[in-house]
């Protein structure tokens, strides 16, 4: 539960510039700053396209910029572009500003004058590793403070295990729901004990998934094949890994989907909370003294549910996706660790062959489905079956070649679905094209493969091209900072893959929008720039110390502006709250808000999906430029 109503004091609309800033002795003071810069707050590689952007409250036409030095003085002169129209009825005048000459390494601001004033927060040009490396570094440490289980990793958090009951859960029958993700029966038991200790928490809550949980895996590996060095990731890597082996039985041909329960049950004579329904830390579950049919029972002992029934076939984009997961694995130990490369790429095989690819229906994700509503598959299947044939081919295995057929069939079939998705949890085309990309033969048609990549990427450019902030996925929504990351992941994909930096603008503009570069001027990554979420909605961020340190929880994304109405929804709830700051509503639009509240999940909680496509952006970038 939320306790102690601590409410950081809202800032005036225009705090800073209600300000006078006095000038040398004897010199007039500065007028005050009435309009706002937004750029991307870490900043910049050196031959990187930089665009800042200007909110003003009025016509800015004409308006001078001057990027100015660590020592105060002006090192480049440059005029504000042309209007984009406006942002909200407050701010309704945005213009560019086109920092691209500034290519010499340092800590800069950027100073508007003329019709509007203002000043933006520093920024920095510094090389891509300096700048994004570390980014990609704390996404790991995210990963690290929500590991579940015995193993935790000595660091600021100083977590302790949980959850240990998970070593012998027990698997129920998949749970019904209505329409709004809601139980309407009790759980009815039907096997185990099964060993599903470890894993990641998937998000600010303490529920495990396969589905998110193999996506996380399969962006980790990719960074840590393709991009920069980034320390602790092959051991984090690996701690995810061994769970999802866990949620694989090759005895019973069973895979597992999920550990916990989200929404609890009140239902005739049956009560029971679920995970959602306690605020708290998870070590706090294994001190519960519960038996069965006591309210806080599946909290303690953690209910199982699969797939399917063993052996049956498996939904589509579970199998495709697991089996990329255990794939890749083994293609990055076939050198080091032979026999458990080939573990993975056994498991991998026979969970790819399990896929049900006929009359599917609704896929299989998570209890309740409403949680990843992913309505694609043929994406899943094509990934899958690549990785499956480039690990094939590392270890000698001869159904290599039959793999890399699967592969361009799934490849060629989802193209044909004409989505025009970039890379996210609920799509994984990007990575199809690419990994297959890779696997070079006579029978993979590259160019097609290209052409499909330069369409998704195509309708990302022309989207952003008519938004005011140059922002792909719009200006707020469910996943949206993990959606304009999921841009700059698909061009540095691109460009990697095809050596052909066309997108390379489009890709550092969808970054900066996620480090700063939007309408509220906030980073979405806990921790990155000089400002950024001080309130995730996260348990061990804000219960591990003090509401003072949740904004310790470094590298994870949030989700960012949202629909008002999900928002305030969740705002109407009278509980108080320890963390929260208004400061934002100027910049809110009708439709789209931000709140830095630890109650508001909609707009500042972090997942591993989320961080996991951050991950692998920062990483490839850190290595590109």
């Given at each position: ?82 209007g ?85 859960a ?15 029966a ?16 998937d ?5 495990k ?18 991009g920069?060095?980034?320390g602790g ?36 004579d ?11 830390l998870?070590?706090?579950?294994d ?12 909290q ?21 996706r697991?089996?990329?997961?255990f ?23 026979r ?18 489905r409403t ?54 949890v ?25 052409r ?32 304009q ?11 990697h ?14 970054r ?12 979405m ?52 709250t ?32 989320f ?15």
């Open positions: 539960m939320l306790t102690a109503a601590v409410r950081r004091r809202p800032l005036a609309l225009l705090s800073i510039g209600a300000m006078l800033v006095a000038g040398a002795c004897g010199s007039p003071p500065k007028p005050p700053l009435d309009a706002f810069v937004r750029l991307d707050q870490l900043g910049y590689a050196p031959a990187e396209t930089k665009i800042a952007v200007l909110l003003a409250p009025r016509d800015a036409a004409g308006a001078r910029a001057a990027v100015v030095g660590a020592d105060g003085r002006t090192v480049l002169s440059l005029t504000v572009g042309s984009r129209g406006g942002w909200n009825a407050t701010f309704t005048d945005v213009r560019p500003i086109d920092l691209t000459a500034l290519t010499r390494p340092g800590t800069y601001r950027l100073r508007i004058d003329g019709p509007v004033h203002a000043e933006s927060p520093p920024f920095r040009i510094g090389t891509a590793n300096e700048l994004f490396g570390s980014l990609a570094q704390e996404s790991v440490e995210y990963f690290q403070a929500h590991r579940d289980g015995a193993n935790q990793v000595s660091a600021r958090w100083k977590r302790e295990p949980a959850h240990l009951a998970d070593r012998a027990t698997v129920y029958e998949r749970p019904a729901f209505d329409d709004g993700g809601r139980l309407t009790g759980l009815l038991a039907t096997a185990g004990p099964v060993d599903v200790e470890g894993g990641w928490y998000a600010g809550d303490f529920l998934f396969t589905h998110t949980t193999a996506y996380a895996l399969i962006a980790m590996q990719v960074a840590q094949r393709d920069a060095t980034v990731l092959a051991a984090e890597a690996r701690h995810g890994l061994d769970w999802l082996g866990k949620m694989w039985d090759p005895n019973t041909g069973t895979l597992y989907t999920q550990v916990g329960i989200g929404s609890g049950l009140q239902h005739g049956e009560t029971f909370l679920g995970d959602h329904d306690t605020w708290r998870p070590q706090d579950d001190r519960l003294a519960v038996q069965p049919g006591d309210e806080r029972y599946y303690r002992y953690r209910p199982v549910f699969r797939a399917a029934d063993p052996g049956e076939r498996l939904s589509p984009n579970l199998a495709g697991v089996a990329a997961a794939a890749l694995a083994a293609q990055l130990e076939a050198a080091t660790e032979p026999a458990r490369a080939r573990a993975h790429l056994t498991a991998a095989a969970i790819f062959g399990l896929a049900a690819t006929e009359g599917v229906e609704n896929l299989v994700t998570a209890e309740p949680f990843y509503p992913e309505d694609s598959w043929t994406d899943d299947m094509a990934l899958g079956a690549t990785e499956l044939a480039l690990a094939g081919r590392v270890l000698g295995d001869p159904r290599a070649g039959e793999w890399l057929e699967q592969a361009t069939h799934w490849a060629k079939t989802n193209t044909d679905r004409g989505d025009d998705g970039a890379l996210s609920y799509n994984l085309s990007a990575l199809a094209i690419t990994e297959l990309t890779r696997a070079t033969g006579a029978e993979i048609d590259t160019g097609a493969l290209r499909d990549l330069r369409r998704r990427l195509d309708a990302g450019v022309q989207a952003a091209a008519g938004n005011p902030m140059g922002a792909a996925a719009g200006n707020g929504g469910a996943d949206y900072a993990a959606r990351l999921g841009y700059t992941a698909t061009a540095e994909l691109y460009e893959t095809f050596q052909d930096g066309r997108y390379a603008a489009f890709a550092t503009a969808q900066g929008v996620v480090l700063g570069a939007n309408g509220w001027g906030t980073s990554v806990v921790g990155a720039g000089t400002t950024y979420p001080r309130c995730p909605h996260d348990q061990i961020a804000t219960l591990a110390g003090s509401p003072a340190t949740a904004a310790g929880m470094v590298g994870a994304v949030v989700n960012g502006p949202n629909h008002a109405d999900r928002v305030h929804e969740i705002l109407a709830d009278p509980r108080p320890s963390c929260a700051s208004n400061a934002f509503a100027p910049f809110d639009r009708d439709d789209i808000h931000y709140v830095d509240d630890m109650r508001v999940s909609a707009n500042n909680e972090p997942s591993i999906d961080t996991a496509t951050g991950l692998l952006a920062f990483a490839l970038t850190a290595k590109q430029h």
